[in-house]
């Protein structure tokens, strides 16, 4: 990367799920692909999703049939591309009225069918007794049945660091704290380069190349902006947050999914790393924000939602974590549009300037909307023909599903697995637990310095080892820890540390209900 004289083919600003799957796409085409982020790694809404491979059932209620069929498939891709970090997850739809349990066992057969051959499981419609059975913690008065149905589940950050180490693995270049803050343009005004600095040390760069991707999700405009500021608005933020329970709330590796609530919008509660995961909204915001806030609002509507449907109900004070995220929705050409009609597939825009813009779409999709972005930058910029090779690409961790074993918390890591085990043996401290309710150990820690990237607290107990998301308390008590490991690690001194550990716990701090 220090080496300017390098002609990249492909630069590509943006780490989420669209930015990474582009540069997975182009390096495995064999062009040269350097990958910049602002930030680090799915910082952004790439790591505060429902934590759902799917299709969309919410988007079939509403026609969007070719977008769910697309999103099945990639659904049964990814869980051959990535079998360590997907798995198959039943979900069960409580019926209040007869009419709604045949209405949703039908729209569910629909569903599978469209899966065809890469489906996940058959929708079945199941009894009142074996609905309390399949989710013991349901609202009993007044249920006439259950339907169940199969998706996929996995954890966002995760997928995204192995992505990135994915286009490494390939010949590729991925830098976080990177950010794109100019373009180099010939005198025809066409980008021929992009000005970056260096977040760490504050060293600029100046990078060739053929064409650049902007995937920077709901940060698109102010790229467009850098390049032309009479562009427009193409993106529409839209927030949806999710609230983390204690896995007693659920009281099952089911998950439920209650398609109406009282204003018409989808909530899942969902198991994920033995925890319980309830959202979420959809909110339309003003500007995009690395760290947005839950609405007071919003907070209200998924308690209340999730304690119509719960026996045991949650109250403030057992929310272990709440965190928000922002949709990069594409803007609807007629202003006004509420969120549930603004569509949620995705667009590629090619600019005068040369550069092209990926918008919209969902995790589930990323390697279709990789694939069609990197097609039209070989379209537009007459590069040399090459076919996508993604459609099964493994990515970097990747496993027989058969091999992969749900009993440990490191199931996560794949192939990496017995490297992890080989840290732990290297001092008795890097086997021992980050927090003593939790399996996380400090080999993590010295793992994801040494091959993942991370570089400060935040990066590692959010989007390495997830803490932060699944319980902000335990987090906020172990980054003192973490400082000092990672300080030693990268050596830093002890003003460092303190440092790091006020920079995290004031952030861990907006994850908690006060």
């Known amino acids: 990367m220090t080496d300017e004289s390098i002609q990249w083919d492909f630069v590509v600003i943006g780490g989420g799920a669209s930015g990474l799957g582009s540069a997975i796409d182009a390096v495995s085409r064999g062009f040269k692909t350097l ?3 602002s930030h680090d790694f799915c910082k952004g809404t790439s790591s505060r999703s429902t934590k759902l491979i799917h299709g969309g059932v919410r988007y079939m209620a509403q026609g969007y049939i070719d977008l769910v069929k697309e999103a099945l498939k990639e659904r049964g891709l990814l869980s051959h591309n990535a079998a360590h970090l997907v798995k198959t997850q039943d979900f069960v739809i409580p019926n209040y009225t007869l009419w709604n349990s045949f209405l ?30 399949e989710l013991p ?8 049945s259950g339907v169940v149905y199969t998706d996929g589940q996995f954890d966002d950050s995760r997928l995204g660091i192995n992505m990135a180490q994915t286009i490494d693995d390939l010949g590729g270049c991925a830098i976080n704290y990177m950010e794109a803050d100019g373009f180099i343009k010939n005198e025809q005004g066409k980008i021929i380069g992009v000005e970056a600095t260096d977040k760490i040390s504050g060293k600029k760069y100046t990078i060739h190349c053929k064409v650049v991707i902007n995937a920077t999700g709901v940060f698109a405009n102010e790229i467009l902006n850098e390049d032309n500021p009479h562009h427009g608005k193409f993106i529409v933020p839209s927030q949806g947050i999710h609230i983390v329970l204690n896995k007693s709330f659920l009281l099952s590796d089911n998950a439920v999914m209650i398609p109406k609530t009282s204003d018409g919008r989808v909530l899942f509660i969902v198991p994920w790393h033995d925890k319980c995961l309830v959202g979420t909204t959809d909110t339309l915001v003003e500007e995009p924000n690395y760290e947005p806030r839950a609405l007071e609002k919003e907070i209200e ?11 045991k109900k949650p109250t403030r004070k057992d929310v272990l974590s709440v965190f928000a995220g922002l949709r990069p929705l594409a803007a609807p ?9 603004v569509s949620r597939s995705h667009k590629v825009v090619a600019h005068e300037s040369g550069m092209l813009t ?28 090459a076919e996508c090779r993604t459609h099964r690409l493994s990515i970097h961790g990747n496993i027989p599903k058969k091999e992969v074993d749900r009993s440990s918390h490191l199931y996560v890591y794949g192939s990496d697995i017995p490297q992890i085990k080989e840290i732990q043996q290297e001092k008795p401290e890097y086997a021992a637990k980050i927090h003593s309710n939790y ?14 990237m991370a570089l400060t607290v935040e990066d590692i107990l959010a989007r390495r080892v997830r803490l932060l ?3 902000a308390q335990a987090a906020i008590d172990c980054a003192p820890k973490i400082a000092s490991v990672v300080a030693q690690e990268i050596g830093k001194d002890k003003k460092w540390e303190e440092s790091q550990v006020d920079e995290f716990t004031k952030l861990a701090r907006n994850y908690l209900l006060g």
Do not use: C, P
Not at 110 to 131: A, V
Not at 439 to 451: K, P, S
């Open 35 to 37: 990958l910049l982020e």
């Open 104 to 133: 949703y066992a039908a729209g569910l057969t629909f569903y599978d069918f469209l899966s065809g051959k890469l489906s996940l499981g058959k929708t079945r419609l199941i009894g009142k007794k074996k609905t309390l059975k």
């Open 137 to 144: 913690n349901i609202k009993a008065e007044g249920l006439r």
């Open 301 to 311: 509507f998924v308690m209340e939602s999730a304690q119509m449907y719960l026996n």
């Open 333 to 341: 050409k007629q202003a006004g549009k509420s969120t549930k009609e």
């Open 358 to 385: 990926l918008t919209g779409g969902k995790w589930t999709s990323y390697r279709k909307m990789a694939k069609d972005v990197i097609d039209k930058a070989i379209e537009v910029h007459e590069l040399t023909k």
């Open 439 to 452: 399996g996380y150990t400090f080999a993590e820690v010295i793992w994801a310095i040494r091959e993942e």
């Open 469 to 471: 998301f699944l319980d």
